[in-house]
């Protein structure tokens, strides 16, 4: 009883770490997104609350917090109340299986954790997966209970693109399962150790350096396909702004909005760190071990391997806001077409080729 | 059907055959460009370029932003802003009650009452003046229209109020906005024209014609 006790408190205190973790960085994105557009397009983003502007997620969640609550007439209210929350609880939780740092344990209290991932199981992929296509129902329930037309739209286009992308994101990383043998984020990091070359992008043999396992293919297709799935432009048609006002969000307002807004921050943030994990090595440095350990601090390599994931992760967050400043909206056959003609052959075919190379060359 | 027979030969031929041999290319170059522009779709090319655009405007900074109540643009020298009401260097006021700026208004913003100087029953003087700012297009007629330029256009821009009667300006307001505008001030008429002779019993100042 007491250890059970006791293990409900370390996982708890890790839950709240990582979600403060979460938070932290998605009140930092809702600032750097806006810094780094105005940067592209020569204009200065938010400069007056704080210096620089700095001060500005804190001012807008104060307002937003602070904002009256609207429910629409004729909605209905249950929903209504529902779709943010679950939203945001399935962008939150699918960070359970992320390792943000080296599969390392702690023992605490007599207690064997891990402390840098909340929960390794050894299907976290799927439940990924799972948890991804849960957060569709939000934005769909949001869509439709909100009576009204831009509303409504904004959740149909949302249930038809997340559930096409969802394909190609979930047989792009069949891949990347292929190559490492397990479901597991934290056993398919470690299989790509000992340098970029070992990354699941690359490919490379543990005991060769030529790419013969390649997934860029797949990495580009995850990549296309996170975008899309996170309704990010150019893939935003749920919350067209030009065309539905503001989509499946049009009649949240105050919090229920914030909600939204982060869990798509949220989200982001979820994509980047699968496709860091899964493509690029996760916490793995681009050169075998880790400069602590050259210098004989193995006891700080953690903190290389906390710092090398935290780059690529924001390396994925940095493109999405790029490729927010530069592209335009598709149109919705656009997405369609390119969803279904192109991105999923091509996962498709890799899959088939991964196969035959493994089969040829098998890892190990 | 006849066709002109003229355009199988000739000019206007060959100026034909120069066009067709630019405008389309024959099989090998086609192959090529296919070949180019597919490698250039599947390497997301036309994108990364887009991608190198916005990239290069992050990396050289220059925003247009004008922070604006911090700093202001310079405006230009003919600028028309807020209207005002003008004064003599001896604090007279320039307005002779003369009603043209509000025939000339094209918004009814001017509303003059003119009145007699008293003790001086040949001069007239704008009693009251009031403008409805918020009908206000700023189009400068009344200036142009005004005989003495008694009216004047200062710099002045900033004045959203939050009560718009605050913008039902009368006489004393307007000439505070021209006092605080236009600090240098014109001499009295026939002191600005020494050599003009302005036989007037309403001039005291000056020397009287002999009689």
């Known amino acids: 009883m007491t250890e059970l006790s006791l293990r409900l408190a370390v996982s708890f205190a890790q839950i709240l770490a990582e979600m403060s973790i979460v938070m932290i960085t998605v009140a930092t994105m809702t600032y750097f997104e806006r810094k780094v557009l105005g940067w592209m397009q020569d204009r200065m983003g938010p400069m007056e609350v704080g210096p620089y502007g700095l001060l500005q997620p804190v001012a807008d969640g104060i307002k937003l917090f602070f904002k009256e609550d609207i429910v629409p007439a004729g909605a209905n209210r249950a929903m209504f109340a529902l779709a943010p929350m679950l939203t945001m609880v399935v962008s939150m939780i699918g960070f359970a299986v992320i390792p943000f740092g080296p599969n390392m344990t702690l023992d605490i209290f007599g207690l064997t954790i891990k402390p840098f991932v909340v929960a390794d199981i050894n299907i976290g992929v799927l439940y990924i997966l799972a948890i991804a296509s849960i957060g569709a129902y939000g934005i769909i329930l949001g869509g439709w209970a909100s009576n009204s037309k831009y509303s409504l739209l904004g959740g149909l286009r949302a249930a038809a693109q997340v559930i096409s992308y969802e394909l190609n994101v979930g047989l792009a990383l069949v891949g990347v399962l292929l190559l490492a043998g397990t479901l597991s984020l934290v056993e398919i990091t470690e299989a790509q150790a000992g340098g970029f070359w070992h990354w699941f992008i690359w490919g490379g043999r543990p005991d060769g350096f030529f790419p013969i396992h390649t997934q860029i293919f797949a990495f580009v297709v995850f990549i296309i396909s996170a975008v899309a799935e996170t309704n990010r432009i150019p893939f935003d048609l749920p919350e067209a702004e030009s065309e539905l006002v503001a989509g499946f969000f049009t009649e949240y307002s105050g919090m229920r909005f914030a909600f939204f807004v982060s869990a798509e921050y949220a989200n982001m943030t979820l994509v980047s760190c699968v496709a860091s994990a899964l493509f690029l090595g996760g916490w793995n440095a681009p050169y075998p071990g880790t400069i602590f350990e050259y210098v004989g601090l193995e006891q700080l390599a953690w903190v290389e391997h906390i710092v090398w994931f935290a780059a690529k992760v924001y390396f994925f967050l940095f493109l999405f806001i790029w490729i927010r400043a530069t592209l335009p909206r598709l149109r919705y056959d656009q997405l369609m077409r390119f969803g279904w003609k192109v991105m999923l052959p091509i996962a498709l075919a890799n899959i088939i080729i991964t196969s035959i190379m493994l089969y040829f060359f098998p890892r190990s | ?211």
């Not at chain 2, 043209?100 to 029953?121: F, G, H, K, N």
């Not at chain 2, 008429?189 to 019993?201: S, T, Y």
Request: glycine share 4%.
């Open chain 2, 1 to 211: 059907m006849i066709r002109f027979s003229g355009k199988r030969h000739g000019y206007r031929n060959q100026l034909d055959n120069q066009n067709n041999k630019l405008n389309r290319p024959d099989k090998a170059d086609l192959i090529n460009m296919t070949f180019k522009t597919w490698i250039k779709t599947i390497t997301f090319y036309e994108i990364f370029v887009g991608m190198k655009v916005t990239m290069s405007h992050m990396l050289h900074y220059r925003p247009v932003t004008l922070q604006y109540p911090h700093e202001k643009r310079t405006l230009p020298d003919n600028y028309r802003g807020m209207l005002a009401l003008l004064r003599y260097d001896d604090g007279v006021e320039k307005c002779v009650g003369c009603d043209l700026c509000e025939a000339a208004c094209p918004s009814r913003v001017i509303r003059v009452v003119s009145a007699e100087v008293p003790d001086e029953p040949t001069k007239r003087y704008a009693k009251e003046y009031y403008m409805d700012m918020t009908r206000c297009l700023f189009c400068g007629l009344c200036v142009d229209a005004c005989p003495v330029d008694a009216l004047g256009m200062t710099r002045e821009f900033e004045w959203s109020v939050y009560d718009k009667r605050q913008l039902h300006l009368n006489k004393e307001q307007l000439l505070a906005i021209g006092d605080r505008s236009f600090p240098v001030r014109e001499k009295q008429l026939e002191l600005q024209h020494p050599n003009v002779a302005f036989f007037n019993v309403a001039f005291k100042h000056l020397p009287q014609k002999p009689s």
